[in-house]
């Protein structure tokens, strides 16, 4: 059993029994082996996968250990909403009409937006 510090700040332990740390991740390769050992497999027979995997539940980091050294971590990476991705593709385009269109006033409800009772063209 061990504990290991994760980067966001919390200890990560497989003390306890079952537990939402350690994951078994098998290769494609290790698991066909596993079920080629024969039809009836005794579960204390499956050997353990290649790395050991520990999954942070606070910031769900993921790290891959060989034996006792940890050799990979993967972090999420946040992804935006597709309600954010409209309004930024939405302001990049205003902003780009803004400044490529000299003289361009928009209408609002039959009016122009500088109030002054003109009606100018588009």
């Known amino acids: 059993m061990a504990r290991f510090p994760c980067k966001c700040g919390r200890t990560l332990s497989n003390t306890a029994c079952p537990n939402d740390v350690q994951l078994k991740v098998?290769?494609?390769?290790?698991?066909d082996d596993i079920l080629n050992m024969g039809n009836s497999i005794d579960p204390m027979d499956i050997p353990d996968p290649k790395y050991g995997v520990w999954r942070c539940p606070v910031c769900e980091r993921i790290y891959f250990f060989d034996g006792t050294r940890c050799v990979k971590i993967y972090s999420l990476e946040k992804?935006?909403?597709?309600?954010?991705r409209i309004v930024t593709k939405a302001k990049s385009f205003f902003q780009a009409l803004a400044t490529s269109t000299r003289g361009l006033f928009l209408l609002i409800g039959g009016k122009n937006t500088l109030n002054d009772g003109k009606m100018y063209k588009l």
């Open 79 to 84: 992804q935006a909403s597709l309600f954010q």
């Open 26 to 31: 098998y290769t494609d390769r290790e698991w």
